[in-house]
């Protein structure tokens, strides 16, 4: 085999892990991107339940008290 031969050989070697990285890099960019778009509908999602548990604890803050008064009516 001729020095020749073993650089081009090497070379399609090296060609092909860089074909194979630069599909790595890209799959890993479409995931990155999937995982942010899944992390923004979670902090969103997770807002919206705050939110609501709030609403909730105020209510039963407002029940209580009413009972409360009703209790020191009757």
Do not use: W
């Not at 991107?33 to 969103?44: E, H, K, P």
């Amino acid at each position: 085999m001729s020095n020749n031969d073993i650089e081009n050989t090497d070379l399609g070697a090296l060609e092909a892990r860089v074909d194979e990285l630069i599909g790595t890099v890209s799959q890993l960019k479409s995931e990155n991107s999937a995982l942010r778009n899944q992390q923004d509908s979670l902090v969103n999602e997770r807002a919206v339940l705050i939110e609501k548990t709030e609403q909730a604890r105020t209510r039963i803050e407002s029940m209580i008290s009413r009972l409360r008064s009703m209790e020191t009516r009757a």
